[in-house]
């Protein structure tokens, strides 16, 4: 733990990215907000890297695939990973890090165009 401590880089969100006023009461609130993925806000979090625990994508039995003409960008599974492994490409569109995705599929059950499935890691996308 003191390990992870010590190679934590603080990084600081400028005052002027910041919302006025109250925030929503939910962060699905807060996603519908956003118009495009131009709207979003830099927020502090942290990238996925190998660590203690290796390349947990070997974890997965399921993975995220979607269909990225049928994708509205959204990035609402950007938003919600929880492991932070959506990353989002030049166009907008959400690219995923399979390298430390676990397969939760929370991107899955968030993406409002039910675009995004899970499939077993053997088969083809």
Same mark, same amino acid.
């Given at each position: /733990? %003191?390990?992870?401590? %010590?190679? @934590?880089?603080? =990084?600081?969100?400028?005052?002027?990215?910041?919302?006025?006023?109250?925030?929503?009461?939910?962060?699905?609130? $807060? !996603?519908?907000?956003? =118009? *495009?993925? #131009?709207?979003? *806000?830099?927020?502090?979090?942290? #990238?996925?890297?190998?660590?203690? /625990?290796?390349? @947990?994508?070997?974890?997965?039995?399921?993975?995220?695939?979607?269909? $990225?003409?049928?994708?509205?960008?959204?990035?609402?599974?950007? /938003?919600?990973?929880?492991?932070?492994?959506?990353?989002?490409? %030049?166009?907008?569109?959400?690219?995923?890090?399979? *390298?430390?995705? #676990?397969?939760?599929?929370?991107?899955?059950? !968030?993406?409002?165009? #039910?675009?995004?499935?899970?499939? $077993?890691?053997?088969?083809?996308?």
């Amino acid at each position: /733990m %003191e390990l992870a401590f %010590e190679r @934590t880089e603080e =990084h600081r969100v400028p005052e002027e990215y910041y919302l006025e006023g109250d925030l929503p009461v939910s962060k699905r609130e $807060r !996603v519908s907000q956003f =118009h *495009t993925w #131009k709207d979003l *806000t830099l927020i502090p979090i942290s #990238k996925p890297a190998d660590a203690s /625990m290796g390349i @947990t994508g070997e974890w997965r039995v399921f993975k995220p695939v979607f269909d $990225r003409d049928d994708c509205n960008r959204c990035l609402a599974c950007w /938003m919600f990973c929880p492991e932070n492994v959506v990353s989002v490409d %030049e166009e907008g569109y959400p690219v995923i890090d399979y *390298t430390y995705c #676990k397969g939760c599929g929370v991107c899955v059950s !968030v993406c409002p165009k #039910k675009n995004m499935h899970l499939i $077993r890691e053997e088969e083809e996308a």
